[in-house]
């Protein structure tokens, strides 16, 4: 904490607050923290970058596949004694990887969401199958809209859904005690830091994938627009303008350093 100018500042408040406490009490005389400040340019006080990280869509699989029933129940709780319950997690955990959706848009999705529109055909429906993104969800609460983010307000979007997340969604049995699409084992909403113990945490232990859920939608984006995606779509389905999209959530890959060679001679 102390690595980052907000957290020591909080520390300083927190330590002073303690200390005006003492003093009310009566057993101490002295607030030794007041007048300490952070300097704005003090370089004890600056949060190291951190590397941005591209997932391969393999990798990002393996990971999602580690939310199997089967693969949770062979994995050790923090416990070592114990294995998770073989619930079955692998679509929601596609859900990042393959739509580029954040954690809080993720968790309230609701089965009426998943559209299949075109022909009627199974495989067909499922090839043209897309997602609208219009809730976010924070601390147990839903709002409508998503994040916004870079100031940029977004009331609503949608996403494609590629055909293999659309068969592990459809295969999905019903319940008929939620609408939620991803819901708990007692069917409520996921909060945050339950989803992380229970779902992520648990697959990363099972896949040996160190990642978050932050970085599959910058992976999804820059693997995407290296394919050649159009940017405006892209843009259109992160939710952001193609600014925002192109400076904070594309990154080089490397692919093209051949084409470079070739064409300087």
């Given at each position: 904490?102390?690595?980052?100018?907000?957290?020591?500042?909080?520390?300083?408040?927190?330590?002073?607050?303690?200390?005006?406490?003492?003093?009310?009490?009566?057993?101490?005389?002295?607030?030794?923290?007041?007048?300490?400040?952070?300097?704005?340019?003090?370089?004890?006080?600056?949060?190291?970058?951190?590397?941005?990280?591209?997932?391969?869509?393999?990798?990002?699989?393996?990971?999602?596949?580690?939310?199997?029933?089967?693969?949770?129940?062979?994995?050790?709780?923090?416990?070592?004694?114990?294995?998770?319950?073989?619930?079955?997690?692998?679509?929601?955990?596609?859900?990042?990887?393959?739509?580029?959706?954040?954690?809080?848009?993720?968790?309230?999705?609701?089965?009426?969401?998943?559209?299949?529109?075109?022909?009627?055909?199974?495989?067909?429906?499922?090839?043209?199958?897309?997602?609208?993104?219009?809730?976010?969800?924070?601390?147990?609460?839903?709002?409508?809209?998503?994040?916004?983010?870079?100031?940029?307000?977004?009331?609503?979007?949608?996403?494609?859904?590629?055909?293999?997340?659309?068969?592990?969604?459809?295969?999905?049995?019903?319940r008929i005690d939620t609408p939620l699409l991803f819901p708990t084992p007692t069917g409520k909403l996921f909060w945050?830091?339950?989803?992380?113990?229970?779902?992520?945490?648990?697959?990363?232990?099972?896949?040996?994938?160190?990642?978050?859920?932050?970085?599959?939608?910058?992976?999804?984006?820059?693997?995407?627009?290296?394919?050649?995606?159009?940017?405006?779509?892209?843009?259109?389905?992160?939710?952001?303008?193609?600014?925002?999209?192109?400076?904070?959530?594309?990154?080089?890959?490397?692919?093209?350093?051949?084409?470079?060679?070739?064409?300087?001679?």
């Amino acid at each position: 904490m102390l690595t980052v100018q907000g957290g020591a500042q909080n520390i300083l408040c927190t330590l002073s607050a303690m200390a005006e406490d003492a003093i009310t009490d009566e057993v101490a005389e002295v607030n030794f923290v007041h007048g300490v400040k952070v300097r704005a340019n003090d370089p004890r006080a600056r949060k190291p970058r951190k590397a941005k990280r591209v997932f391969s869509w393999e990798r990002m699989h393996a990971f999602a596949a580690g939310g199997r029933g089967d693969a949770r129940a062979h994995t050790l709780k923090p416990d070592g004694k114990h294995c998770y319950p073989a619930h079955e997690y692998e679509p929601m955990l596609r859900a990042f990887s393959d739509t580029s959706m954040r954690l809080g848009e993720v968790l309230p999705l609701e089965r009426a969401d998943f559209r299949l529109d075109g022909c009627s055909t199974p495989d067909c429906r499922v090839a043209s199958a897309h997602v609208p993104v219009k809730r976010t969800a924070h601390a147990g609460a839903v709002e409508q809209g998503t994040k916004t983010d870079h100031g940029e307000p977004v009331p609503g979007r949608v996403v494609p859904c590629p055909p293999t997340l659309g068969r592990l969604l459809q295969a999905r049995p019903t319940r008929i005690d939620t609408p939620l699409l991803f819901p708990t084992p007692t069917g409520k909403l996921f909060w945050e830091r339950n989803f992380y113990r229970d779902v992520w945490c648990p697959a990363i232990q099972a896949s040996g994938i160190e990642c978050t859920p932050h970085e599959f939608r910058h992976s999804y984006l820059s693997l995407l627009r290296a394919e050649g995606v159009d940017d405006v779509d892209l843009a259109a389905i992160a939710g952001h303008t193609v600014e925002t999209m192109l400076g904070h959530y594309t990154h080089p890959l490397g692919r093209s350093f051949d084409k470079v060679r070739g064409l300087i001679g």
